[in-house]
């Protein structure tokens, strides 16, 4: 579906949520609220506007659906921006595909339409209501008086900017008079945060909290920079008046002005915003509106678009490389879409059966590393084995080599009689080394499987009745980072919430799938 842009210029605000929620059958992508010079001119502090902006959030994705991207230009409201032509002149939105009133145009002092139609050639003009301009209505609690400061600064990690977000940073808009201070978190920030290895990068957050600000109101200046520490600019910045915090963040604004104090700088002011509740919350969720919630939602779902086969993989079947870290989940999800339908090809089992005696590799592997790696059952002991390459990265390479080949030609032994013989379309290969051994080259995609570090190890412990330092070993020793496998998936899952979340994860992959299968044929 084509994007659409639509600009709504409101002036019964009273009656917001029926205003918004006609603009929904438009099919729109981002819908802009501004607001008719006649509103600031009956506001006797157009920065009261604070506590509507945000019930207007909270309530926009039930109003609009999530796939609207809702942004409030408090911009409109600014005594050199109360104009038509003053917002037509700085505004953000390059093109518009739907001008919205909530009015008649033809009320006397209306205005300002011919502007804002000259600048948007071609648009759609949609009058939402017949109500006279002049027939104002505003909610009671714009009405209370809200102090302005000329510096206001405020924090977070802003990834993937959603309605909370938004709260928080149109509140510190309408707070200051010149200039509003970002800090972006950024490095080891970030680390303890739900599927931080989702997390976009801090220029990329960065880039994105300067187009709304700039988006919503162009009248004031913006400094969004990455911090390293909780603290950022606030602890060297003179010229800082009010901070801004959340309820959850509450107690960083006491600390903030610690730090001042000791520095010799003047102690700000402390502005707190009440968390948005997450009305759609699951019970794997956080119940407020939350970055994590939004990292959730992105597990079992495409993390870039579909990409072409490379040219030396054949079109069928369609093979998904399946990576992961130990203790990640990989078997069950392997299992899932097994039944599912997909064909499995297991590498490491494969791995397993090669050691076996009367085996290609049984012979390469004894001849290279000698008989004292054999049991006295004539098996090779895997783990007589791994003292001597772990030791040493030589050997370990050279027994990689003769096992990685040997892997992958059973691999695609395997993969042939799964799609000729047992006509699967689909087919999942699950290697822990499948990045090192180059394999995921030879996918038409890669899916993972993550799970944090400390559960990780509390896995190996519990399932493998390993002790700590031996389960910290382990998990430390993996080839590959979190982030690393991450950065290699087009679909990334996670198994550290309930059985069912996990497997709402593999049917939404799934589902996706095979709809693009099918759309592709």
């Known amino acids: 579906m084509p994007s659409r842009t639509g600009i709504l210029t409101a002036v019964h605000l ?11 059958p438009y099919a729109l992508s981002t819908l802009y609220l501004q607001f008719h010079p006649q509103v600031a001119a009956n506001v006797s502090c157009p920065r009261a506007l604070g506590r509507f902006v945000a019930s207007v959030y909270q309530s926009s994705v039930t109003w609009l659906g999530s796939e609207v991207d809702l942004r409030i230009v408090t911009g409109s409201l600014r005594p050199t921006g109360a104009s038509f032509e003053s917002i037509a002149n700085r505004a953000r939105p390059t093109t518009a595909d739907y001008l919205f009133y909530d009015y008649a145009l033809s009320s006397p002092g209306a205005g300002g339409e011919r502007c804002l139609a000259e600048r948007y050639p071609g648009v759609k003009v949609v009058e939402l209501d017949t109500l006279p301009v002049d027939q104002i209505s505003l909610p009671p609690e714009l009405d209370k008086q809200l102090q302005t400061y000329r510096n206001v600064v405020l924090g977070g990690t802003f990834d993937r900017i959603h309605a909370g977000h938004k709260v928080l940073l149109t509140q510190a808009v309408l707070l200051a008079t010149e200039r509003v201070v970002v800090g972006v978190t950024d490095g080891g920030m970030i680390k303890s945060k739900k599927l931080h290895e989702l997390i976009l990068p801090a220029a990329h957050r960065i880039e994105h909290v300067k187009e709304f600000l700039e988006d919503v109101d162009p009248f004031l200046r913006y400094e969004v920079v990455p911090i390293l520490d909780p603290f950022g600019p606030t602890a060297t910045d003179p010229d800082m008046d009010l901070i801004v915090v959340s309820t959850e963040t509450a107690r960083g604004g006491a600390k903030v002005n610690e730090l001042r104090a000791q520095n010799g700088l ?12 997450d009305e759609s919350t699951v019970e794997d969720k956080e119940d407020k509106i939350s970055s994590s919630n939004q990292r959730m939602d992105l597990l079992g779902t495409r993390l870039r678009p579909r990409r072409p086969a490379p040219a030396h993989i054949p079109p069928k079947p369609y093979i998904i490389g399946m990576i992961g870290g130990i203790a990640a ?43 004292e790696i054999l049991a006295p ?101 993996q080839p590959s980072s979190n982030e690393e496998i991450v950065q290699h998936s087009d679909i990334v899952f996670c198994t550290l919430w309930s059985y069912e979340y996990s497997q709402q994860q593999a049917e939404r992959a799934w589902s996706i799938l095979q709809q693009e299968m099918k759309l592709k044929l």
């Open 14 to 24: 009273a009656n917001i949520a029926k205003t918004l929620s006609a603009t929904r």
């Open 266 to 277: 003047n102690q700000l002011e402390v502005h707190t915003i009440e968390l948005l509740d």
């Open 329 to 371: 989940g990989k078997s069950k999800m392997l299992e899932r879409f097994r039944e599912l339908g997909a064909g499995v090809v297991d590498c490491d089992k494969i791995g397993h059966q090669l050691y076996e005696p009367g085996e290609e590799c049984y012979e390469q592997v004894v001849a290279t590393f000698g008989r």
């Open 377 to 477: 059952d004539g098996k090779i002991n895997r783990r007589a084995l791994g003292a001597i390459v772990f030791a040493d990265r030589a050997k370990l390479d050279r027994l990689n080599e003769i096992m990685w080949k040997a892997i992958a030609k059973r691999a695609n032994e395997e993969i042939r009689t799964l799609h000729e013989q047992h006509g699967k379309q689909v087919v999942v290969m699950e290697a822990a080394v499948m990045l090192q051994a180059g394999w995921h080259k030879n996918c038409h995609e890669v899916w993972s499987c993550i799970v944090p570090r400390e559960e990780a190890i509390r896995r190996l412990m519990e399932r493998n009745q390993f002790e700590e330092r031996e389960a910290v070993r382990r998990v430390d020793a």
